[in-house]
């Protein structure tokens, strides 16, 4: 059996962090944090609970505010059309406290006091015809109708309420068709009716409250007719600022005249050192100029200045955030970093390579103690990067990766009581599930990441993901090699320090065959006793796009492929399903075997298979593997995605279903004796290997980020040591959480 667990600290913080909602209410508006030490290694934000929309009723969690007393969160449900409310008294046990129809689309949402939630409401025929309401709802009686609806005559984005309770701010965007084309531009402007910005005077019972418009048009030099606003922020002198995206452009405004105080671009940037190539391959190579900052969400520093996430929409996107002074004067621009942060965390969304990167879409300010932090939520890239923000002029230092759900875009500081939220808008429609998380700013160092990547020879970020396969060098107990699937387009053998804390990928090891690169399904590696390496790649049957064979390679330690085995033509016909996941061998010469697991059942039988090949003789023989069953309890497949060998001719076989998060049943680490088993030439005659249950995974999986458990642990390695590690694969981010989790067991007992 397992030793006792022992989780990865992982990497410091020289600060920490905190954040506001994309679209919804800014963390100002709260009291400043208790006051304590200056944010260090020592001190970190860990998530303390994922609650999940579905358990109110909802169906997503878009953005997200807080109370005034940080004790309830009211998110906007923009596909059911409602407000879900949740009582964080327990940050870590959060529970459902109801929800409310709203019967339109809710694109934010901001709390005024304890009892008041503030909901800007779209209810636009078509992008032609916007429209929209404000709804005023008591926290109170949520079973009551809006204490107030007022219209606001076109199609709302972001809300925003001034600290002091006494006006509220919508953007209103009439937001484009981007199938509509201009001036050959598919998506282009302009497109009518203009949008601007709504002024909402809290004075009075909701009912008693009125409304003033201020007309945003004739401003930006882009699209001067159609100016888009996106975000609106509210600063302690009830000036709001306003983004208008596609304009590139900054408005302030005074809420109490309604004036327009002053406004300026948003300005280009020209970066080196990115991926602005969608090929399957991250290399931080291109250079990209002139390209608009185009703004997202916008928020206000201390000092007065302004931070903006420049996700882009139109043709920009910087791919960072950009600190200006009330004048419109840069004070700090994040360059390269977002994306470099991205590639060495694992998380770099390659899919976005050629359009916006990881793009940083929302930002946050608030204080906690002593310190300033910059909260910058990136929607592809599944994280928040922490900053702590000195003063103007000086540079934001980063300080913490914090991981999220798929497609964070609601982020929410509540400093007074150490917390940070985000909420997600991660699709149904797509099969995944939104979450909002909750993070504790805490003592200690951050739990994540597990994994980084170094440096490559040219002193960047090394890139790496997917790890689907993992084993222990033979010779030391520090290192371990890891391969990817297919995702990034070129294979790879990964060397990665695990005397470090997280995990170092310290090298990657190109794969070629004749010279040329090769791009496989890498599925499971293993360690060949006179030097190099077995890798298996997983292929697809007679998939209806492209064909490929489960393939068993032998690789030289510099990479270049030596050998190819295929599988017996009869055997191959038979695959109905996922292939090859997993590889491990035994003795060396010509008493040298080596196994395979095949992930899932072929042939319309109940049992997946095990394969051994003979390298001296060359001939294949097979077993069969019970799985524990043929279906997850929520419906799922149920197959292997490892196998390791052990010293003594046994093995570790890695059994799991398809599901995340609570939908989570199967993440199982078995042992079969592979020595006593002797296997079948034919396919049929195949005998089932006894299996022993070593260890159930899924409290380590769930221990790691609470109330997450990623789908797909797929490595498993036994260093020399004798201690046992198990990885997740990321997927690329492609749809997936994108975590990499890498779990450390302790020592295996003989």
């Known amino acids: 059996m397992l030793g006792a667990a022992i989780l990865a600290p992982v990497l410091g913080l020289a600060g920490s962090a905190g954040a506001t909602g994309q679209h919804g209410r800014p963390g100002h508006h709260g009291p400043s ?12 934000f860990q998530r303390v609970a994922t609650f999940f929309p579905d358990d109110n009723g909802s169906t997503v969690a878009e953005i997200v505010t807080a109370t005034d007393d940080g004790m309830t969160l009211v998110y906007g449900d923009s596909v059911g059309q409602g407000i879900g409310v949740v009582d964080i008294t327990d940050p870590a046990g959060p529970r459902p406290a109801g929800r409310v129809d709203l019967g339109g689309e809710v694109t934010s949402v901001a709390a005024l006091g304890n009892d008041l939630v503030l909901a800007a409401v779209s209810r636009s025929e078509s992008t032609a015809a916007p429209a929209g309401t404000l709804e005023v709802v008591s926290l109170d009686d949520l079973a009551a109708p809006p204490l107030a609806s007022f219209d606001l005559g076109g199609q709302p984005d972001s809300i925003d309420v001034s600290a002091d309770g006494r006006y509220a701010a919508i953007a209103i965007e009439n937001e484009r068709d981007e199938d509509v084309t201009v001036d050959g531009v598919e998506g282009g402007l302009p497109q009518l009716p203009a949008g601007g910005l709504v002024i909402v005077d809290l004075v009075g019972e909701p009912s008693q409250w009125t409304t003033r418009n201020v007309d945003l048009t004739g401003i930006a030099d882009r699209f001067p007719e159609d100016p888009e606003p996106e975000f609106v922020a ?35 940037v020209t ?8 090929d399957g391959v991250i290399s931080l190579t291109d250079t990209i100029t002139d390209v608009a900052r185009e703004p997202d969400a916008i928020a206000w520093t201390p000092s007065g200045g302004l931070v903006t996430a420049n996700e882009g929409d139109l043709d920009g996107g910087s791919r960072g955030f950009t600190v200006f002074d009330w004048d419109g004067d840069v004070t700090f621009d994040s360059g390269t970093s977002i994306d470099e942060l991205a590639v060495r965390h694992g998380h770099y969304p390659e899919s976005r390579s050629e359009a916006k990167g990881s793009e940083p879409e929302g930002v946050a300010v608030a204080r906690y103690g002593h310190d300033d932090l910059v909260f910058v939520g990136n929607e592809r890239g599944n994280f928040v990067a922490v900053y702590q923000y000195l003063s103007t002029g000086q540079p ?18 509540i400093p007074q009581r150490d917390l940070f939220v985000v909420a997600d808008e991660a699709s149904p429609d797509d099969g995944l599930a939104s979450d909002i998380a909750i993070y504790q700013l805490q003592d200690g160092a951050p739990t994540y990441p597990m994994v980084v990547g170094g440096d490559d020879a040219d002193g960047a970020p090394l890139p790496w993901g997917t790890l689907s396969g993992l084993v222990g060098d033979p010779n030391d107990a520090d290192v371990l090699y890891g391969v990817p699937d297919n995702y990034y387009g070129r294979s790879r053998i990964f060397t990665l320090d695990v005397s470090a804390q997280p995990a170092v990928v310290t090298a990657a090891t190109e794969l070629t065959l004749d010279g040329e690169p090769v791009d496989l399904d890498l599925e499971g590696i293993a360690v060949r006793p006179q030097g190099g390496f077995w890798v298996v790649s997983e292929g ?17 330690a510099d990479g270049t492929v030596e050998d190819v085995i295929e599988l017996p033509a009869e055997v191959a016909a038979l695959q109905a399903s996922n292939g090859y996941e997993g590889v491990a061998t035994f003795g060396e010469g010509d008493d040298e075997q080596v196994w395979v697991a095949f992930q899932r059942q072929w042939g319309g039988e109940a049992e997946v298979r095990l394969g051994r090949y003979t390298p001296a003789t060359g001939q294949w023989a097979f077993a069969r593997y019970a799985l524990d069953g043929v279906e997850s309890a929520a419906g799922g497949w149920v197959g292997l995605s490892e196998l390791t060998a052990l010293p003594d001719g046994r093995a570790l076989v890695l059994e799991r279903d398809n599901q995340r998060d609570r939908a989570a049943a199967i993440k199982r680490l078995y042992v079969v004796d592979l020595a006593t088993v002797e296997p079948a030439a034919t396919w049929d ?6 299996k022993e249950l ?15 458990v990623p789908d797909k642990p797929e490595g498993v390695a036994l260093a020399a040591d004798g201690q046992l590690y198990v990885v997740t694969d990321n997927d690329g981010i492609e749809d997936a959480l994108g975590l990499t989790l890498l779990l450390r067991l302790g020592q295996l007992d003989s």
């Open 33 to 44: 944090g208790p006051s304590g030490p200056t944010l260090g290694v020592e001190r970190s």
């Open 234 to 268: 509210i600063n302690g002198r009830n000036i709001v600022a306003v983004t208008l995206q596609e304009n590139n452009h900054i408005v302030l405004v005074d809420l109490a005249t309604g004036r327009i105080r002053s406004d300026f671009p948003a300005g280009s």
């Open 271 to 278: 970066l080196e050192g990115v991926d602005a190539t969608e």
């Open 396 to 413: 934001a230092v980063f300080r913490q990766f914090l991981p999220t759900g798929i497609a964070p875009e609601g982020l929410l500081a």
């Open 540 to 556: 697809t049957g007679a998939a209806p796009e492209v064909e490929t064979t489960n393939q068993l390679v032998s690789v030289a």
């Open 685 to 690: 005659d195949a005998p089932t290997v006894d």
């Open 694 to 708: 070593v260890l159930d995974l899924l409290p380590e999986l769930g221990a790691m980020l609470p109330g997450v």
